[in-house]
């Protein structure tokens, strides 16, 4: 993989990844104003969470046709985030992040906290992940190259930003369809820094520390054990990975891709796992893309451990990605209501072992 770093017109830094060799020597031609980012992260001392408070991205780009779409190459007609007028992945930094190694500081000060609820500025990073620059395609319809691809600039993207001090988390995810809420319809997946380890990763964390400690195993690799030897909930599998509806799904289809070989985060992965997981993450993207007559919108989620300077537990970490989607039947959405936005109890209008099986069904 060969990695060409440069700048965009407002400084913002720009990344191509490319498979053999590629001059990437294309300038921003855009008058950008200088990006100011007042976002702040705020304490709930009731959940012992932090909650991102970031109102400038009212203002974001929201869902332009194809012919202004920002993520597809730039043209001498019309210049994109993208100054290049083709390419394989690239990464940039975001125009309208929720966090920002450029944060205002100040603006955190302009707000009056308490002891029990303090404010900080919102640290970290958010960059945007551009799959292909075919602007009518889908990581589904990528080939098995370019899917290993973007698992490398995943796996590279996670450790440098793990090396940023302050940074704790870091999250590679997602989001597609307009009914999951995306913005720009361009193939593309985000990456987040978070300055905190963030709520499910601290919830697992607990619970893995106490498995270990009641039954000195790894409750991962146990519950993957399980589940493989019973077989109902599995949908597909190679020799390095495993992908399976979770006997607990809150989705109406979810899949989880767990590897056979632990390992804590995507930078661990070796060669035979990351060819393995883009053979068999294609696969399910396939049979996602199918089960019904459209395409399922989806949240692709990879669940890291927290980083290495984070100070917290990773030893027991089991990297997977959580493949999800509120379709639960034509024409038909599960909307979080009461009990599941209220209460954080999901209610599954499926069956695991069901949705298991019509995934296997896909061909």
């Not at 697992?204 to 195993?217: D, P, Q, T």
Request: proline share 9%; aromatic share 10%; net charge negative.
């Amino acid at each position: 993989m060969i990695t060409t770093r440069r700048r965009l017109a407002d400084g913002r830094e720009i990344l191509y990844f490319d498979a053999e060799p590629t001059p990437r020597t294309a300038v921003d031609t855009r008058d950008l104003p200088s990006t100011t980012t007042h976002s702040q992260t705020r304490f709930d001392p009731l959940l012992g969470e932090w909650v991102v408070i970031a109102s400038h991205r009212q203002t974001r780009t929201f869902l332009p046709p194809a012919d202004l779409c920002p993520l597809c190459p730039s043209t001498p007609q019309r210049a994109t985030e993208i100054p290049e007028s083709d390419y394989q992945v690239a990464v940039f930094e975001n125009r309208f992040p929720s966090l920002s190694t450029g944060a205002d500081p100040t603006y955190a000060g302009a707000v009056a906290g308490s002891p029990l609820t303090p404010l900080r500025e919102g640290f970290g990073r958010c960059e945007v992940v551009c799959f292909t620059s075919v602007h009518d395609s889908s990581f589904a319809q990528l080939d098995p190259e370019r899917a290993r691809l973007v698992v490398d600039v995943w796996a590279q993207r996670s450790a440098e930003l793990a090396e940023i001090d302050g940074v704790a988390q870091v999250f590679c995810f997602e989001n597609h369809g307009e009914e999951i809420g995306v913005t720009l319809s361009h193939p593309h997946g985000q990456i987040y820094a978070y300055p905190f380890v963030t709520p499910r990763v601290t919830t697992i964390s607990e619970n893995l520390a106490r498995y270990r400690k009641s039954h000195g195993g790894n409750l991962f690799g146990d519950l993957l054990a399980d589940e493989r030897a019973a077989g109902v909930r599995v949908v597909a599998a190679n020799e390095e990975w495993t992908a399976l509806v979770p006997p607990y799904a809150r989705w109406p289809y979810e899949v989880q891709l767990f590897p056979h070989r632990r390992v804590p985060d995507l930078p661990d992965l070796d060669d035979a796992q990351r060819d393995a997981f883009a053979a068999l993450y294609l696969d399910v993207q396939h049979r996602f893309a199918h089960r019904f007559d459209t395409p399922m919108p989806y949240v692709a989620a990879w669940n890291q451990a927290p980083t290495p300077k984070s100070g917290a537990p990773r030893e027991d970490w089991w990297l997977h990605l959580q493949l999800f989607s509120i379709r639960r039947a034509p024409e038909k959405l599960k909307y979080l209501a009461g009990s599941e936005s209220g209460m954080q109890v999901f209610i599954s209008d499926t069956t695991p072992e069901t949705v298991a099986a019509e995934l296997r069904e896909v061909r």
